[in-house]
């Protein structure tokens, strides 16, 4: 799993962690799924998202914390 920390314009932090990639056992299809999970954020999220293959799924996820870092104006604070 790997995460991040973001300074929200209220003072708060919000911190986002994405899970390893795994086979999406549930689906007929050989997709993968990683989840993003966030703490700090209203509301907060913990949403799979699938891909592929493993790299894709990795790939979409990063994509979707930027659109909501940038949507909720979020600037990167720590590792």
């Known amino acids: 799993m790997i995460s991040r920390t973001y300074a929200a314009s209220d003072g708060g932090t919000v911190r986002f962690s994405l ?3 795994i086979p999406a056992s549930h689906l007929p299809t050989s997709e993968w799924q990683v989840t993003i999970t966030s ?3 209203r509301p907060e999220i913990h949403q799979p998202i699938y891909g592929v293959d493993g790299m894709q799924a990795m790939e979409l996820a990063i994509a979707m914390v930027r659109t909501i870092e940038q949507s909720n104006g979020l600037e990167l604070t720590g590792p």
């Open 19 to 21: 899970s390893a990639p």
């Open 39 to 41: 703490h700090g954020l």
